[in-house]
Structure formats: structure tokens, C-alpha cells
């Protein structure tokens, strides 16, 4: 199968003031019946959320939900009794299971929070919420791949998630060629997006918030960085079947 392009101009755009939003699948008031998923990611959304603002309490049920803050501060509640901030370098992921509300606050009253959110549907439903958050920034390796979430717990690679996903992170310099190598013969594929900088991979050309879905037609791909660069590559299985 062919790469799927999502360009950044593409993307479902919303300023609601407080929140300057932009949904790479179908999210809320914006839909695309071409654009719904790719293999178990569902959503793909960058936020940017005024000083002071944000998303109030609302409920989560049977999602595996990433967080990765990109630039300033960004204030986590929930129904399980946890408050934390997290920070550019960071990363949270929470296990929705069987239900749990949460809220999503810009900490700051002087800048904005920019942040990834990242819905991956999971294989397990109903299990018990569970949430956690964790550096990054010391497994970020220059100018290489560095895995930050995968599907084991304890492995000391980052988050682990309900789902045989797999999420790298690259910060890598102009001129840099590397290998992905897919982890598992079941795998969907791989979805690319680039946060800054310009990359070549099968062929195409991507820039800053442009997304491409690479299916797994081989056990690797090539990416060669055209600009300084910084990408989130996420390998998600098919769609699962959902088992309590």
C-alpha cells in the first residue's frame, strides 16, 4: 500500500481563543471520513492553549492517551486523586480502562502550553485507570531514533502502553540518514509526523506538522533529514479486537 500524506495545511483547524487547535484525524467538529485512523491511532491533535486556560474535567473511557508537552507548562487533575505538571521533555501517558475524568490546565499565566495529544486505541478494555508520567529527555539520543513508549511495562525504555505500540523520537541534524527498523511482523505501519525541520522518506518530502502513514510493506524505512529535524514516529498494529 501507498504512504498516506497528511500535509499540515490539511489538518482540521480550530481557534477557539483559548484554544488554537489542529486535528490530523476526525476529532470533535471536524470530520473526514478518509481520515478517521491509522491502524490504532486515533487521534492526533496539536494544542496550543492560552496562559491560564484549559481543558476542565471531562471523561475518557477504553483509550490509551499520550500527552508530550512541547513548550511550556501543562497541569494535570484527575478523578484518581493525582495533580502534576508536566513539562517539554516529559511525557504522560494514561491508561483510560473502565473510565476516568481528567482535566488539562496551561500552569503559566504568562505564556502558552504547546503540547501533543495522541489517542491510541488499546487491546484490553475495562482494565483499571492507571497514569504516569516520566522524563524523556534522557532517552532522547542525538541524532538517533530513541524509543520513548512501548508495550512492555519495566523495560526502562520510556512508557509503556496497552497496546503493541511503539513511539520514537529523533532530534536529528541536517544531513543525518536513519533506519527505522519495524518491531513486529503485525504492525499497521509506522505514522511520521515532523514537530520542526524537513525529512525525506519513501520518496516524500515532509515539513513542520506534516504527518505520513508508511505501511509496513518491508521490515525497515529509510528517513534522511533535509533540515535540522525533530519527529515523533508512532508503530501501531490494525485496528485491535478489544477484549475486557
Given at each position: 500500500?501507498?504512504?498516506?500524506?497528511?500535509?499540515?495545511?490539511?489538518?482540521?483547524?480550530?481557534?477557539?481563543?483559548?484554544?488554537?487547535?489542529?486535528?490530523?484525524?476526525?476529532?470533535?467538529?471536524?470530520?473526514?471520513?478518509?481520515?478517521?485512523?491509522?491502524?490504532?491511532?486515533?487521534?492526533?491533535?496539536?494544542?496550543?492553549?492560552?496562559?491560564?486556560?484549559?481543558?476542565?474535567?471531562?471523561?475518557?473511557?477504553?483509550?490509551?492517551?499520550?500527552?508530550?508537552?512541547?513548550?511550556?507548562?501543562?497541569?494535570?487533575?484527575?478523578?484518581?486523586?493525582?495533580?502534576?505538571?508536566?513539562?517539554?521533555?516529559?511525557?504522560?501517558?494514561?491508561?483510560?480502562?473502565?473510565?476516568?475524568?481528567?482535566?488539562?490546565?496551561?500552569?503559566?499565566?504568562?505564556?502558552?502550553?504547546?503540547?501533543?495529544?495522541?489517542?491510541?486505541?488499546?487491546?484490553?478494555?475495562?482494565?483499571?485507570?492507571?497514569?504516569?508520567?516520566?522524563?524523556?529527555?534522557?532517552?532522547?539520543?542525538?541524532?538517533?531514533?530513541?524509543?520513548?513508549?512501548?508495550?512492555?511495562?519495566?523495560n526502562g525504555?520510556?512508557?509503556?502502553?496497552?497496546?503493541?505500540?511503539?513511539?520514537?523520537?529523533?532530534?536529528?541534524?541536517?544531513?543525518i540518514k536513519?533506519?527505522?527498523?519495524?518491531?513486529?511482523?503485525?504492525?499497521?505501519?509506522?505514522?511520521?509526523?515532523?514537530?520542526?525541520?524537513?525529512?525525506?522518506?519513501?520518496?516524500?518530502?515532509?515539513?513542520?506538522?506534516?504527518?505520513?502513514?508508511?505501511?509496513?510493506?518491508?521490515?525497515?524505512?529509510?528517513?534522511?533529514?533535509?533540515?535540522?529535524?525533530?519527529?515523533?514516529?508512532?508503530?501501531?498494529?490494525?485496528?485491535?479486537?478489544?477484549?475486557?
Amino acid at each position: 500500500m501507498e504512504p498516506i500524506l497528511h500535509t499540515a495545511n490539511s489538518r482540521g483547524h480550530f481557534d477557539h481563543g483559548w484554544l488554537n487547535t489542529s486535528h490530523t484525524f476526525s476529532f470533535a467538529d471536524y470530520y473526514d471520513p478518509e481520515r478517521i485512523h491509522f491502524g490504532a491511532l486515533r487521534v492526533l491533535n496539536d494544542d496550543i492553549i492560552a496562559p491560564g486556560t484549559g481543558f476542565g474535567m471531562h471523561p475518557h473511557r477504553n483509550m490509551e492517551v499520550i500527552s508530550i508537552p512541547l513548550k511550556g507548562d501543562l497541569e494535570h487533575q484527575d478523578s484518581l486523586g493525582h495533580t502534576s505538571v508536566i513539562r517539554h521533555g516529559e511525557i504522560q501517558v494514561m491508561s483510560a480502562g473502565r473510565g476516568i475524568m481528567h482535566s488539562e490546565y496551561n500552569k503559566n499565566s504568562d505564556r502558552n502550553a504547546e503540547f501533543l495529544q495522541i489517542w491510541v486505541f488499546p487491546y484490553r478494555q475495562n482494565v483499571a485507570p492507571r497514569y504516569e508520567n516520566a522524563a524523556i529527555a534522557d532517552l532522547i539520543v542525538k541524532n538517533e531514533l530513541s524509543q520513548i513508549v512501548s508495550p512492555y511495562p519495566g523495560n526502562g525504555k520510556g512508557l509503556w502502553i496497552y497496546q503493541n505500540a511503539w513511539f520514537s523520537f529523533g532530534e536529528l541534524d541536517k544531513g543525518i540518514k536513519r533506519t527505522y527498523k519495524f518491531h513486529s511482523s503485525k504492525s499497521e505501519g509506522v505514522y511520521i509526523f515532523v514537530i520542526e525541520g524537513k525529512i525525506k522518506t519513501e520518496g516524500i518530502e515532509l515539513s513542520r506538522r506534516d504527518g505520513l502513514g508508511v505501511y509496513r510493506n518491508k521490515e525497515s524505512i529509510e528517513i534522511e533529514t533535509l533540515e535540522n529535524a525533530l519527529l515523533l514516529l508512532m508503530e501501531v498494529p490494525p485496528m485491535p479486537d478489544m477484549q475486557d
